[in-house]
């Protein structure tokens, strides 16, 4: 493909995500400003990105440096 067809893709690309982002903020406004006039909290997260930052919590935590005597024992 020629240059000026990954620049328009690009702009497609961007313009859409700019028009996602602009309605999710604009549903989390709303959301949290009707949960607000109800004296209610804003709806939970889904069950799935719930358990998707946990595994990166636990992935993080598996990549920390720990010191060897942390993760083995050894048989004397």
């Known amino acids: 493909m020629h240059a000026d067809i990954h620049l ?6 961007a ?3 700019h028009r996602e982002a602009t309605a999710t903020a604009t549903a989390t406004a709303t959301a949290t400003t009707a949960a607000a006039t109800r004296g209610t909290h ?3 997260p889904a069950l799935r990105v719930q358990i998707g930052w946990k595994l ?6 598996l990549a920390t440096n720990r010191p060897a005597a942390d993760h ?5």
């Open 8 to 13: 328009q893709l690009h702009r497609l690309h």
């Open 15 to 17: 313009t859409e995500l």
């Open 42 to 44: 804003a709806p939970a």
């Open 56 to 61: 990166v919590e636990f992935g993080l935590r």
């Open 72 to 76: 083995f024992t050894t048989a004397a």
